[in-house]
């Protein structure tokens, strides 16, 4: 009865991984995956099969259960998941009524620009912490409403649920029996109050969701519902829920106000506690919650970084330059330095705390001497500026001083990247040897929240590995310059004079 059953359903996968609590640490002992469909109906459009969700969730459970020994051993489900993404479901039948939206869907840009030009955005932002954009789930909650006939008298009377993945598969586990959220994906749909945690009836009205559709907002550890005892044999306790990026924050145990965790994969999610009390952004960070666990409510600034792997990814399959994504880390190392050249990865826009979807990628500084590596260099050089850039808005945000920062995702294999970041951020940059940071919070919070431990510490049983700062001011201060020069360019290509990165 040692076993915590982690459900980690992400954007292009679904997992279950079955953790062992030793020591009062968890270790991962089994694990299943499954492929989600990806649907483009249209231009900026993305939806995912709600159903499938379902059915692979059940499915991995079951297969990580079995392979750890059988339902019988487990004490709870924890659950994270792709955060903003909204299911609509029918409350009678439990079956989907629309595809569920996906978190990078556009098709709800004209709401939110309307709800802007209106002047709700400073509103929005200090009750929410969210500025407004589509990303969040309450438009697309409004949208799903419209596309249902009587979808808000429906929902008003009870017979039609919203909710984001979470609330989704708790539904699905226990049965129909209970339609419950946690406050981290709550904070993600532009309709909770960051302060009570609670649904605010202004905001439900100023999107049109009848807030009788809406969950109810649980903490992220502590009982949540039971399972279907024919599921899994017997009814197992779900005992925490949170978001991916709340999730990687806990298994990294950032708990204290000025721990940070950065996962640079494909894009990369810096999430930083900011302690007990919400910090507003005036940078346009994202103010969110971190956790909310064992009396404690930690608040996150958030920012993104749209292009991080993606460039050494664009390098390798679209240029050419690289056979395999690791060859990056020698190839940055054969050169001295940049020789003057930096690549701004603005293939989508620039994220945080630019907010520029019009920006496009930029080189500069060639000269005739520049060959491939260059370009590599130059590719992981730049995620350590857009940290640097995260980093400063922070601090500007009057957030508590950063000392660490705590990484994982696939980029991390990369030590030229990581000491540069440690050089360029002025910060001790700290990788743990067990990689899967989601999935181990939410296998933490369950365990918390079932008692099978007292507090969310993370003990691994490796060390991780360390980059200490090694550059000395000047260098520093040379290469930003080169980089904030950089960035003012790709804006100039994107048609500006250059002042917003001023
Ligand atoms: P995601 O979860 O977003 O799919 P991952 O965490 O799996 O991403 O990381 C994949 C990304 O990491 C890819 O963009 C790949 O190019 C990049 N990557 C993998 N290994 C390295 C490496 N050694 N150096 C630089 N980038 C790498």
């Known amino acids: 009865m040692s076993l915590i059953l982690a ?6 996968s679904t997992r279950a991984i079955a953790f062992e609590v030793r020591n009062g640490d968890l ?3 089994a694990v299943s995956q499954i492929e989600l469909t990806q649907h483009f109906p249209r231009s900026g459009w993305v939806e995912h099969d709600a159903g499938e969700i379902w059915r692979a969730t059940l499915q991995t459970c079951r297969e990580a259960a079995t392979k750890a020994g059988g339902a019988a051993r487990f004490s709870s489900i924890g659950i994270t998941n792709q955060r903003e993404t909204a299911v609509i479901w029918d409350a009678a039948t439990g079956e989907p009524l629309h595809r569920a939206i996906v978190w990078q869907d556009r098709r709800t840009a004209d709401v939110t620009a309307r709800l802007t030009a209106e002047g709700h955005e400073p509103g929005v932002q200090a009750a929410t912490g969210l500025i407004l ?17 009587d979808g808000r008298a429906r929902a008003r009377q009870g017979e039609i649920r919203l909710g984001t ?10 049965g129909g029996r209970v339609h419950a959220t946690d406050a981290s994906n709550a904070a993600r749909t532009s309709l909770m109050d960051l302060e009570t945690l609670q649904w605010r009836p202004d905001l439900c009205a100023l999107f049109d969701v009848p807030i009788e559709a809406l969950p109810d907002i649980h903490a992220c550890a ?3 519902g039971e399972t279907e005892p024919s599921l899994f044999g017997r009814a197992l306790p779900i005992c925490g829920s949170a978001g991916d990026q709340q999730a990687a924050l806990v298994g990294h145990g950032a708990l204290k106000a000025g721990d940070a965790k950065i996962t640079y994969g494909t894009g990369a999610f810096l999430v930083a506690n900011v302690g007990q009390t919400p910090v507003a952004s005036t940078r346009r960070l994202l103010g969110t919650l971190g956790y909310q666990a064992n009396g404690v409510t930690a608040y996150a600034l958030e920012g993104s970084i749209f292009s991080a792997g993606s460039a050494i990814q664009w390098l390798r399959d679209g240029v050419g330059l690289l056979g395999e994504s690791r060859q990056s880390e020698a190839m940055a190392q054969s050169l001295p330095d940049n020789g003057g050249v930096y690549l701004v990865p603005g293939f989508t826009g620039l994220g945080a705390p630019w907010w520029r979807p019009d920006a496009r990628g930029t080189i500069v500084g060639l000269t005739r001497d520049a060959g491939p590596a260059h370009f590599v260099r130059a590719a992981l050089e730049a995620l350590a500026y857009q940290t640097r850039d995260l980093l400063d808005a922070l601090s500007a945000d009057g957030a508590p001083p950063l000392t660490t920062l705590k990484v994982d995702g696939g980029v991390t294999a990369n030590s030229f990247a990581m000491q540069f970041i440690a050089d360029i951020c002025e910060v001790e940059v700290v990788r743990p040897a067990f990689q899967e940071m989601t999935a181990l919070g939410a296998a933490r919070l369950a365990a918390l929240g079932c008692g099978l431990i007292d507090d969310l510490e993370a003990r691994p049983s490796e060390a991780p590995a360390v980059w200490r700062t090694r550059m000395g001011h000047e260098d520093r201060q040379r290469l930003l310059q080169g980089w904030r020069r950089a960035v003012r360019a790709a804006m100039v290509a994107a048609g500006d004079d250059g002042e917003s990165a001023r």
């Open 27 to 29: 270790q991962p002992v």
């Open 7 to 12: 459900i980690d359903q992400g954007t292009t």
């Open 222 to 224: 502590g009982l949540i």
């Open 165 to 174: 993945i979470d609330s989704w598969l708790i539904w699905k586990l226990t």
């Open 133 to 149: 954009d589509p990303y969040f789930s309450a438009a697309k909650f409004a949208w799903l409403l419209d596309a249902i006939p």
